[in-house]
């Protein structure tokens, strides 16, 4: 059964600073992975989507990487600001059964200014 | 700008109550999802609907039912409310690909309380 894991369940760090927000997963037969962003009282926001045959993807001041092989992600932010404070999920899409979504609990970002 | 609405932000209900939640989605989507979350156990799927009239059960799909008659409107229904469904619930839509059910966009969510 898949389970998928995000540690450090949460992060501060002063405005400016490059971080790295993990995500491992058991089951390495991946679909597809996602990456989402989820503010106070919000729904999720999809950041990056990141398919099986690709390693990595990127948007703005955001890169995620995949490594199927060792059932880890990771979301890059760059130069990071007070305006990436939100909790970051991210889901993998298995291909037994029907192919859903499994979420991580996800990362609680603080960004201080 | 697309929009998946959920009808009520907050609600409070009693144990014992027959309680729908609503969802509306603007983008023609053929999926439609509703999660609940909860602290320490993230997002978990309670049902899922690839068409109109058809459905299928999630991870959690006891207490629950779901109604999808128009294929922009998806309903959770709690047959008999009961404490433990005290929850954050969130609907989502996506649109169908090749494989898999997988949400592109959620709602705001509406957090129940049963008392």
């Known amino acids: 059964k898949q389970e998928v894991t995000q540690i450090p369940a949460a992060l501060s760090v002063p405005e400016g600073e490059n971080l790295v927000l993990n995500c491992s997963f058991t089951?390495?037969?991946?679909?597809?992975l996602q990456w989402f962003r989820q503010d106070p009282g919000k729904g999720l926001t999809s950041l990056l989507l990141?398919?099986?045959?690709?390693r990595e993807q990127t948007s703005g001041r955001l890169n995620a990487s995949l490594d199927k092989s060792s059932g880890r992600s990771t979301l890059y932010i760059a130069a990071s600001q007070p305006g990436d404070s939100a909790t970051y999920l991210c889901?993998?899409?298995?291909?037994?059964?029907?192919?859903?979504?499994?979420f991580g609990t996800g990362t609680r970002l603080k960004v201080l200014a | 700008d697309v929009k998946v609405t959920q009808s009520s932000r907050y609600l409070v209900k009693r144990t014992g109550e027959k309680v729908f939640l609503e969802c509306v989605q603007d983008?023609?989507?053929?999926?439609m999802f509703w999660y609940r979350q909860d602290p320490g156990l993230g997002l978990r799927l309670i049902y899922f609907?690839?068409?109109?009239?058809?459905?299928e059960k999630g991870d959690i799909p006891e207490g629950y039912s779901v109604s999808r008659e128009k294929k922009e409107r998806f309903s959770l229904i709690l047959e008999s409310a009961s404490t433990n469904q005290t929850s954050m619930y969130l609907c989502?839509?996506?649109?169908?690909?090749?494989?898999?059910?997988?949400?592109?966009?959620f709602g705001d969510g509406t957090r129940l309380s049963i008392l």
């Open positions: 989502a839509s996506g649109k169908r690909h090749n494989r898999g059910y997988q949400p592109q966009h």
């Open positions: 089951d390495s037969a991946i679909y597809n």
């Open positions: 990141i398919q099986s045959s690709q």
């Open positions: 889901a993998v899409c298995t291909t037994s059964g029907t192919y859903k979504y499994i």
């Open positions: 983008m023609d989507h053929e999926n």
């Open positions: 609907s690839y068409d109109v009239k058809m459905k």
